[in-house]
C-alpha cells in the first residue's frame, strides 16, 4: 500500500510558476513509477509526465513538453513537478500516482497506476 500527499497547488497568474510535491508512504517508493495528472473541469483525466523508478526516463504530455519538469528524490519519498509559464489552460486539479515498476520506461496511461493522491487545485489566472 502506498499513500501519496500532494502539495505545492494554489493561484498564479500567468506566466508564473508552482512546484508540486508528492510524499509517498511506505519504504517501496524506489520500486515506484510516478505520475502526474490533470483533470479540468468537464474534461477527462489527462497525462501530463511520467517518470521512472530511478529517475533517468521521463515522459510528456504534449501540452506541457518545454514547460514542465518532472523530478523525484527517493531518499525523501517525494516526487515533482516544476510547472513554468503557466497559462490558464493549465487550471485544473493535479493528482499524483503511483505504480509498481522497476521498468526503464515510466506508465503513462491512466489505468496502469495504481494509487492515487487526492490531488491539488492549481488555478492559473489571465
Known amino acids: 500500500q502506498v499513500l501519496l500527499v500532494e502539495s505545492g497547488g494554489g493561484l498564479v497568474q500567468a506566466g508564473g510558476s508552482l512546484r508540486l510535491s508528492c510524499a509517498a508512504s511506505g519504504r517501496t517508493f524506489n520500486s515506484h513509477a510516478m505520475g502526474w495528472f490533470r483533470q479540468a473541469p468537464g474534461k477527462e483525466r489527462e497525462f501530463v509526465a511520467g517518470?521512472?523508478?530511478?529517475?533517468?526516463?521521463?515522459y510528456y504530455g504534449d501540452s506541457v513538453k518545454g514547460r514542465f519538469a518532472i523530478s523525484r528524490d527517493n531518499a525523501k519519498n517525494t516526487a515533482y513537478l516544476q510547472m513554468n509559464s503557466l497559462t490558464p489552460e493549465d487550471t485544473a486539479v493535479y493528482y499524483c500516482a503511483a505504480r509498481y515498476s522497476v521498468s526503464n520506461y515510466p506508465p503513462r496511461g491512466l489505468k496502469e497506476y495504481n494509487y492515487w493522491g487526492q490531488g491539488t487545485q492549481v488555478t492559473v489566472s489571465s
Open positions: 517518470i521512472n523508478w530511478n529517475g533517468r526516463t521521463t
